[in-house]
């Protein structure tokens, strides 16, 4: 049983940061982070593929956010600066076996990717 389970989410003030961390009972190829919000759909932030270090931003995040693992922990993180409020959202840790890295640079933003997912924390970034 493949578990994903996430947490660093909380309220902040536009400008600050946070790191959200997501531990999986296992090692996965694959770990991303999506984000959804009220009347929006789930969408992609950030993707990380274990072979190569390969990380996929959203356009919407980049320069501003981070994500990085540490496998021996199998765990991935999302560091967060410069925290706007359209960041306030859900935060979904989302992960799969995947053995192949090849698809991966075009569907890492793909909800169907993956075949796990945590059950989500909650970021809100207000003044």
């Known amino acids: 049983q493949v578990q994903l389970v996430e947490s660093g989410g909380g309220s902040v003030r536009p400008g600050a940061s946070l790191r959200l961390s997501c531990a999986a009972s296992v090692h996965l190829n694959s770990m991303a982070w999506f984000r959804q919000s009220p009347g929006k759909e789930r969408e992609g932030v950030a993707g990380h593929y274990y072979s190569g270090d390969s990380r996929y931003y959203a356009d919407s995040v980049k320069g501003r956010f981070s994500i990085s693992r540490d496998d021996a922990k199998h765990t991935v993180y999302l560091q967060m600066n410069s925290l706007l409020p359209e960041d306030t959202a859900m935060y979904y840790c989302?992960?799969?076996?995947?053995?192949?890295?090849?698809?991966?640079?075009?569907?890492?933003?793909?909800?169907?990717?993956?075949?796990?997912w945590g059950q989500g924390t909650q970021v809100t970034v207000s003044s």
């Open positions: 989302a992960a799969d076996f995947m053995s192949r890295w090849s698809s991966y640079p075009d569907t890492w933003d793909s909800a169907q990717t993956y075949e796990y």
